[in-house]
DNA sequence: CGTTACATTGAGTTCGATCAAGCTTAGTGG
DNA sequence: CCACTAAGCTTGATCGAACTCAATGTAACG
């Protein structure tokens, strides 16, 4: 398939889940989504598309590939706030404020559309119902950050890796990236530490107990649930965000 | 001092506190100015403004007394999310959404405005100034939360601590309420060990430590920062989210 | 003046961190 | 094609931060 069709079909897939997630027709979206397949680009695993307290750029758009928002304290520590998976914003409207409060790298090689600060404001000022979209997926979003926010504070560790692998999946899934319980899931044990809020031994040890548990297998960056209602019981999960728009 | 004064005040303090934040002039919020005044209402302590899961109703703003965001896990475990503070929006932008995906409770016997789902539409869409400086304002609340999560997973008990304490006084400093290196905290040690992710008698414990250290005091829901620079640098604290709009 | 909520202290326990080593895999270049 | 390297994964041993349970102290309040 030609590079322009496969970035045709994913500008679609973003497009039809504002679409859903916004209930609104996807005739709403035309406009972004030949932007998107104009504004296309790509960039290699580990790179910083976007580093705390830099001028934040335009609305950008994840297309493919696994991204993370993240902070680095300055005793060196980073915690992972989200993964940013494909068909989500990377910084949703970060461009209303002046700097970056977080960074962005890729997890894998990406691929994504980025608008201009000036294109950005133009399009949503023009077309109202994109601007409702787009703000409807950033509070969703900002919802998936906060039950990160209560997993870290209350889980504990097993609790907190079956959360995050329900979490991955079931967005993934919405998304028709996934199905069937299996994902692929790029992130180290290393990243999944710093997201978790534990270190990657533990994570090591942990992610053996759900073996052990019989909840999940995680392999050659591929996800496999081998049941998903014992994993989301075991994690604590009530999907308050999977809830579309008003 | 009437209540119709006081009130007036606490609208005038909002609306200052959108202007400067959002670099518009504060004529541009005289309509919602006077919309405040008309929608203020109280709340006592302890009482929830509105309950995850719940339709969510329009914009509502803090113009005095402390509130939480919050959430409840299914073993029964509460986080808070976040401290609304006076000035600030409770809920920004949730009524984009269809149902709350966190609580609000009052902590203190609270003032607030709060506007009709339509109110605040027609409003948003009349005024985009207002509209703006509104969601400039989210991002702000985002950022703050977004520092908070990194807390959680990466400060230990103490630095956790001296970080909220940091945040709250410069949050409050910001809108006048606060300065000379006091203000009050009204939270109980069990509200910030639920903030915090720790259980009552850590925090006990940790603000003795606090204490011992020369950095605070904390008596009677009044808080005295002692030394502000020290207490900043054992938080790691680096104020990313103090920066102004664009 | 009893009741209730909140704060404090002590003792024992555990979850997860740190340190340190060995192992596996994939990639690179001679 | 193999030696070498670098990342990441795995395991063991030890340690410490924070938890739980339980009791006591204090202060506000009807």
Redesign the interface.
Known sequence: MAREDRIELKARMVTERLATLSAQPLADFAVLERLICQRAQEAPAHADLVR??ES?AGIRMMLGGWAC?Y?M???G???L?SFVLPGELCDP???????M??SLAALTPVTYAQLGREESERLVHDHPAVA?AL??QT??E??V??????S????VAFQRLAHLFCDIYLRLNMTGIAEDNWCDFPPTQGDIG?A??LSSVHVNRTLQDLRAANLITLTNKRLFIRNLEALKSAA?F?P??G????
């Open positions: 705390e307290g934040s928002r902070k304290l300055v005793n520590r980073r915690q706030l409207y970060m461009h209303l404020l002046a700097r409060d977080h409702r703000w409807i509070m969703f900002i919802g950050e906060r039950e990160w926010t209560a870290l504070g209350q889980r710093d978790t809020g604590l009530r308050s965000y809830v579309v728009a008003h």
